[in-house]
């Protein structure tokens, strides 16, 4: 009995053991790049791997399409028991194997209009591919900056908290020994309470953020993640001329666009088949018999068919002018992906120039609110400055602060909204 319960405990330690590594496993931290991050959302998120099922699906479709053109084999086994009374009653059975093979002459441009499309359609679906790797890119990025603005914010927040307790217990001495009024220390109080409060909010931020990375990236919603990189500045090169001019030619969108204006071109060419004669060479071999499996007798053939429609009443002039329509439709999408492509890298583009002016004059507006504070101080703490003086440029101090991660943000955000309109390709290792 015992060792039974010995057993038991040992068993009992060993699985709280195993559970608490798990925990920790789980919990462990794990420490991103940016291009790591990137890297896992591609690798993770199901919005590739759906356009990766398009793409294996337009080349099902290319090759069937391809396969209209080769030899069809078919063979047919019949049965049959028969009986009549012509020149007098009789049953008989009849075994018959038939095997027939016809190869496609001409179509009328149907055949090779019809691989024309499905080639387009693979083309297109590649794209697809590529342009939701490129916003995989984006998410992945934006929820990486979102977690750096979000840890900056909560740095910030924690430097006003710790301001205005150390303003507190300066307030509470000189109040102490009475040089300044009891408004003075209820006002601090309350300065420091709200700054807490924003505190705890700039928290709670940080965990959505973190969170949502973890969505985007394919990592359990409670990881704790630490990021390698800090928010910073690298101008960019490149004018906004060259932006709109890389985007016309290389975005997804704008590609598949004039994909669809091809598809329909041939979409033409397929009805306009109907128009013209189809010529097939046919090949029977037929082998029969009254006894199973039929195989004494036999013939066999060799003959060409050519099938043209003479009168449809309209019906392949109604496919051609339905397909022509579609032309026309196809060309106007194209001029509007083109103007959304030029309108979305332009926007862009002077978002991340307003964004980099602001770096400039927030950073400078920095170190002047934190001379400006430290003045306020040392005149209160002098007797020739108030209480709200220090207050007031407390609040100057956080505000241009957080007007720089802003504008750091903004503009490295931009940045990456930027490369995904130009349709610039994801690198891949």
């Known amino acids: 009995m015992q060792k039974r319960k010995g057993w038991k405990t040992v068993m009992t330690a060993m699985l709280v053991s195993g559970l608490l590594c798990g925990q ?33 699906k337009a080349e099902g479709a290319l090759r069937q399409a391809r396969a209209g053109r080769m030899p069809v084999l078919n063979y047919t086994h019949t049965d049959n028991r028969r009986g009549g009374n012509y020149s007098s009653s009789y049953t008989e059975n009849l075994y018959e194997n038939t095997v027939t093979m016809t190869v496609p002459l001409y179509t009328g441009g149907q055949l090779e209009g019809s691989i024309d499309q499905a080639k387009v359609g693979v083309h297109s679906a590649n794209l697809s591919v590529e342009q939701a790797w490129q916003q995989m890119k984006l998410d992945a990025t934006t929820g990486y900056y979102d977690v750096l603005q979000a840890s900056n914010m909560v740095q910030v927040d924690k430097e006003s ?91 997804p969108d704008v590609l598949q666009a004039k994909d669809s204006l091809t598809s329909t071109v041939k979409g033409v060419q397929i009805a306009q088949s109907g128009k013209k004669p189809t010529v097939a060479l046919s090949s029977l071999y037929d082998f029969y018999d009254d006894a199973f499996p039929g195989d004494n007798n036999s013939n066999w053939r060799v003959y060409v068919t050519t099938n043209w429609n003479v009168f449809d009443s309209g019906l392949t002039d109604a496919k051609i002018s339905q397909a022509k329509a579609s032309v026309e439709k196809a060309q106007e999408q194209l001029r ?33 609110a934190e001379e400006d504070y430290k003045i306020a101080q040392v005149r209160y703490s002098a007797g020739v400055g108030t209480n709200l003086d220090v207050m007031d440029s407390q609040v100057a101090l956080t505000q241009a602060k957080t007007n720089y991660i802003q504008a750091l943000y903004d503009y490295n955000t931009s940045k990456a909204k930027l490369e995904k309109a130009m349709g610039i390709p994801v690198a891949r290792k």
């Open 24 to 56: 920790t496993a789980w919990a462990a931290d794990v420490d991103l790049t940016l291009q790591e991050a990137i890297e896992k959302a591609l690798a993770t998120n199901p919005t590739g791997q759906m356009a990766l099922a398009d793409q294996k």
């Open 161 to 251: 908290v710790e301001r205005l307790e150390a303003h507190l217990k300066n307030v509470q001495a000189q109040f102490n020994v009475g040089t300044v009024a009891k408004s003075d220390v209820l006002r601090s109080e309350v300065e420091l309470a709200n700054a807490k409060q924003t505190l705890i909010k700039a928290d709670n931020t940080y965990e959505v953020s973190v969170s949502s990375l973890n969505n985007v990236i394919g990592l359990p919603l409670d990881t704790k993640i630490t990021l390698k990189e800090e928010l910073a500045y690298q101008k960019y090169e490149q004018s906004m001329i060259d932006c709109i001019d890389y985007a016309l030619k290389n975005r």
């Open 336 to 368: 509007k992906t083109r103007d959304a492509a030029h309108l979305e890298v332009r926007q862009a583009y002077l978002n991340m120039q307003e964004a980099e002016k602001r770096i400039d004059t927030t950073k400078v507006a920095v170190l002047q």
